[in-house]
């Protein structure tokens, strides 16, 4: 971006869910991931796996912060990238759903541990391991569940977070199944 | 599927072969390069290829630009081969000036065998890790059985919307295994993330309305009418004859519309002529076709254009609306949506359109009359801008193509050399490199032997890549280098001039080398020009030399390029000459580039 300053409307920085399908080949992420660093916008989660395995296309759900003006060129930017296919701001299409796994590892003693194994109850974490002095939960929800989890976690004692960031996928009947076949197979 | 081929047919080679071969199906006729241990199979498949002329240049960096010397003044796809490592390193310069200029190139480096990448084996680099970011696509090829079809994408991508270049990395033990070659696939794939898209009637509609109402309009072309080809020149001369409207080009757009067509303002921006930036200024409708809105030819961006509705149409979304906000983006290419507007245009405009702006036309013409382009050749000194618009005189009629490397001569010979046809300026715009016309020279003139080319260089730009000489010896290429020698780095001497208290900081070009000895020692012919009356014969003899010429044009040492919108400044706040300069700049202003 040039150092020249943009034109001085002053609008809000908003956070936007883009949902992306990607050929699964090396290289692919590096180039999402350098285009942010590159061009200076920032990332606030990104997750990625291959969704179609005949196809060899992953999914990259990514949050990123901005004004509409950067958002759009986000997208586009994203647009040029060559194994880039589909581009889809979940933000703006419409309800969509956002969902996080965590791992949280807490060490605690005496009373503490029946206090972190009633709150588990209550946000409907699963405890995946036990120990005398630890337990692991594993908790998947909206971003701002876990948040809340972790920092009552962190008042019982020592913890260790793992967080697969956000993954996304819109509501309703709308499938990306006619776009996606036009795509040829490899 | 399977594909079986009886051993021994001419289908089966090993990947090299095919490279090359697929190289020739993609209309390659000439390749730059300079051979090294990762792409001996190749430089070995070349060999036995009769169909590829290739150019041996002396740097890897100068064979990315020749490429695109050729690519800019043919229209085709340029073509490279370097080796691995400080080949491919040395190419990235090249290759970020072309996806900078959108340059379509195929770049092929050669890689260690895939066995030991990751090793750091000898010349060992990441090269497709390093130009990702400075290429429009790169491959590593890992599996021999793709190489065809990824040779054929590669030109496909590297052509088609905006063009730009693309990189194949070509491990040594891929380019010996065998394969059985693959011809382009005759139904062409969709090049997967399309730039096509449908162009909208509707504002095609409201935008030729908006054209046809205006008041006071300015077309305002760049590089991306060249890109489109002939046709879309043409076209844009067509829509500025139909509307009488005022016509300005970005330095990558220079020739799209004749610099002699009475309706076209000079080039724009920050040493663009003082009509062209006040119209820019001051218009009510403005249509951007093919350029981006640089900061080069907006100035200060909160004071850009400020009462005009904006149109912009370009062939990558991305551009739209990146710098400036517009008010129709049409997502295109320049000639079809030319050819849409124009037909529009004609449907709807009527006898009373071209009489609604005469008015803008007085006030143009009181622009006009500023003649911000003037200067004063009064003493026995050579005027860098006399240099070259006597150069221009001597060959418009020659129909020359014209190189330059980067800095005040540039900018002079933006100003003061008329282009009449698009394909025939190749300048480093985007990237700014110092060192790219003497190389790109050097494609121009093997794509049109016949042709005079010149590549107008400064004195500190043309050490940069100098090493050149020798490629233009080797292959009898007759350029003639223009050297306008005032012994600084110009460029940056005036900006120390003018916002550093002349605190002239290493802009001295200390120790050139006599440059009529230099020309000798490579067996080309030397000219020096010490005074202005020497020029005019001088000139005669640079043209009608049949072999290269380095010309040395002693020039006014400390002349400075104007008229010039200062850093942070607005395009109503040109400067015409040094005495305008009393505007302190501004400290955001000392700030920027």
Known sequence: ?186 | MKVFVQMGSDLQMNGAEAVIKALVENGVEVIFGYPGGAVLPLYDALFKNKKIKHILVRHEQAAVHAAEGYARSTGKVGCVLVTSGPGATNAITGLTDALMDSVPLVCLTGQVPTHLIGTDAFQEADTTGISRPCTKHNYLVKNADLLCDIVHEAFAIASSGRPGPVLIDLPKDIQLTDVIYKKKSTKINKIRNNYETIIDKNTISIVANLLVKAKKPIIYGGGGVVNAGPEASSLLSELVDLLNAPITLTLMGLGAVSSENKNFLGMLGMHGTYEANMAMHNCDVMLNIGARFDDRVTGRLNAFSPNSKKIHVDIDKSSINKVVSVDYGIVGDARKVLSLLIKEIIKIKDETTNSLINDWWTTINEWRNKKSLHFNQTSKIIKPQQAIKSLYEKTKNMDPFITTEVGQHQMWAAQYFGFSKPNHWMTSGGLGTMGYGLPSSVGVQVAHPNSLVIDISGDASFLMNMQELSTIVQYKLPVKIFILNNQWMGMVRQWQELNHGTRYSESYTESLPDLIMLAKSFGIKGIRVNEIDELDHSLDEIINTDGPVIADIRIEKEENCFPMIPSGAAHNEMILSADDNNTNISEVGLALV
Do not use: W
Not at chain 1, 32 to 52: A, K
Not at chain 1, 56 to 81: A, C
Not at chain 1, 99 to 107: D, F, P
Not at chain 1, 112 to 129: H, M, Y
């Open chain 1, 1 to 186: 971006m040039s150092v020249y300053q943009k034109n001085d409307i002053k609008e809000k920085e908003s956070s936007r869910t883009l949902s992306l399908i990607v050929d699964n080949q090396p290289g692919t992420l590096a180039r999402v991931i350098g285009l942010f660093s590159g061009r200076g916008y920032n990332i606030e989660s990104l997750t990625v796996t291959e969704v179609d395995n005949r196809r060899h296309l992953s999914r990259i759900s990514l949050v990123t912060r901005g004004t509409s003006m950067t958002i759009e060129q986000i997208k586009s930017q994203l647009l040029r990238i060559v194994p880039v296919h589909l581009v889809r701001d979940l933000t703006l299409e419409g309800p969509f759903i956002e969902c996080e796994l965590a791992l949280i590892k807490l060490v605690a003693q005496g009373s503490d541990r029946v206090e972190a194994l009633r709150i588990a109850e209550t946000f409907r974490a699963k405890t995946l391991d036990v120990t005398l002095s630890s337990f692991v939960f594993e908790l998947t929800g909206r971003p701002h569940k876990i948040d809340a989890f972790i920092c009552l976690m962190q008042s019982l004692g020592d913890t260790e977070i793992s967080r697969t960031g956000v993954s996304a996928i819109s509501r309703g009947s709308d499938t990306e199944t006619k776009i996606l076949e036009q795509i040829t197979l490899n």
